[in-house]
C-alpha cells in the first residue's frame, strides 16, 4: 500500500429514552409516551409575499429516515411531486444515502460482521468518488482513512488518515491527523461532554471554544443519530473534528448534542413537544431584504 499526503477535505456528514408505562390516557399528547416515534418531516418552504414555493416532505420509520419527495409551487400553483431524496438500509444499518435526485451526490455504507462501519464511497460528481476504510484496533479508537481509489485495488494510496478515541457513551473525545502514518496523532484536539451535548473543544491551534444549551432538545439530532447511530455520527466527523483549525459554526452543525445551543434556540421560533423535542420551527433568511424567505419545518408523530 503507497502512502501518498494530499490537500484536506472535510467531510461533516443521537438518544431516546423509553417509558414502559402504558397507562397513558387516551387524550394525554402521545409525544408524552415514549419511545418518542415520528413519522414525518416537512420543510415549507415560502417567499417574500408569503406564497408557497416549495414542499419537502421525509418519511421517517423507526426515527430513521426514509425517501424524500418535493414538491414545487409557481405562483402558489403545485406542479406536481417528485422524488428528491433516498435512504437505503440492511438490518437497521443505513447503506446507502442520496440527498438530492437527480443529483450526482450520494454515498454507500459498509459494515464488518460486527455491525461497525468498514468502508464508505462518497460519490460528489460524475468524475469525483472518494473512499474511505474505518479500522478498529481497540475498543475506544477508531483510524479514519481516505483514498482517490477503492481500498481493494492494489494501486490504492492512503492519502489521509486521522484518528479518534471515544469515550464508554461512544463520545468523540479526542482527534487528529496521523500525516506520517506512524499509527500515532500528531497533534490532538480535545472534546468535553455533559448530559449528551459537547461542552468545550480545545483545538491543537490553541483555539478553545465552549457551548451552552437551552432547554430545547433537537429533533433533528434525534433522527440524525437513529438513522446512522451515536457512534457513526461521530465517526463521520473525525475529519472534521481532526483539523487544527475549525470554525466554531461548523462544531455546532456537526457536535451531535443532544439539545440546541443557546444560540440556535434564539435564532429561530420553535414549538415544542411536551417532551422536550421541538415540534416546529420557523426559520427567516434574509430578513430585513426584498427578498426574505421563510422555512418552516414540523415533525409528525405516530
Request: hydrophobic share 30%; aromatic share 14%; with cysteine.
Amino acid at each position: 500500500m503507497k502512502y501518498v499526503l494530499l490537500s484536506l477535505l472535510a467531510i461533516t456528514f443521537f438518544s431516546c429514552t423509553k417509558d414502559d408505562d402504558n397507562s397513558r390516557p387516551i387524550n394525554e399528547d402521545p409525544s408524552e409516551e415514549l419511545p418518542f416515534v415520528i413519522t414525518k418531516r416537512t420543510d415549507s418552504i415560502f417567499s417574500s409575499g408569503g406564497i408557497q414555493a416549495n414542499l419537502l416532505t421525509t418519511a421517517i420509520i423507526n426515527n430513521q429516515r426514509q425517501d424524500t419527495s418535493q414538491e414545487i409551487f409557481i405562483d402558489g400553483v403545485s406542479q406536481g411531486i417528485e422524488a428528491y431524496g433516498e435512504y437505503e438500509y440492511e438490518g437497521g444499518l443505513v447503506t446507502y444515502v442520496n440527498n438530492y435526485i437527480p443529483g450526482e451526490e450520494f454515498r454507500y455504507y459498509n459494515y464488518d460482521t460486527s455491525d461497525n462501519l468498514s468502508t464508505a464511497d462518497w460519490t460528489l460528481s460524475s468524475e469525483t468518488t472518494l473512499f474511505y476504510r474505518f479500522l478498529y484496533p481497540s475498543e475506544n479508537v477508531v483510524i479514519f482513512e481516505r483514498s482517490s481509489l477503492p481500498f481493494s485495488d492494489p494501486d490504492a494510496t492512503i492519502n489521509k488518515r486521522v484518528i479518534g478515541t471515544f469515550d464508554a457513551n461512544d463520545n468523540l473525545v479526542s482527534a487528529g491527523y496521523d500525516m506520517d502514518f506512524d499509527g500515532e496523532m500528531d497533534y490532538v484536539n480535545t472534546f468535553e461532554y455533559a448530559d449528551g451535548n459537547l461542552i468545550s473543544a480545545s483545538l491543537d491551534s490553541g483555539t478553545t471554544y465552549t457551548f451552552t444549551y437551552s432547554d430545547i432538545k433537537d429533533t433533528e439530532q434525534l433522527i440524525e443519530q437513529a438513522t446512522y447511530g451515536k457512534k457513526m455520527t461521530h465517526i463521520l466527523c473525525i475529519e472534521l473534528f481532526g483539523q487544527r483549525n475549525i470554525p466554531e459554526y461548523l462544531l455546532i452543525a456537526s457536535n451531535n448534542s443532544t439539545y440546541l445551543t443557546l444560540d440556535e434556540s434564539l435564532e429561530d421560533e420553535y414549538e415544542l413537544f411536551p417532551n422536550g423535542y421541538f415540534s416546529k420551527r420557523t426559520k427567516v433568511v434574509d430578513a430585513g431584504t426584498d427578498n426574505p424567505t421563510t422555512t418552516v419545518t414540523r415533525f409528525i408523530l405516530e
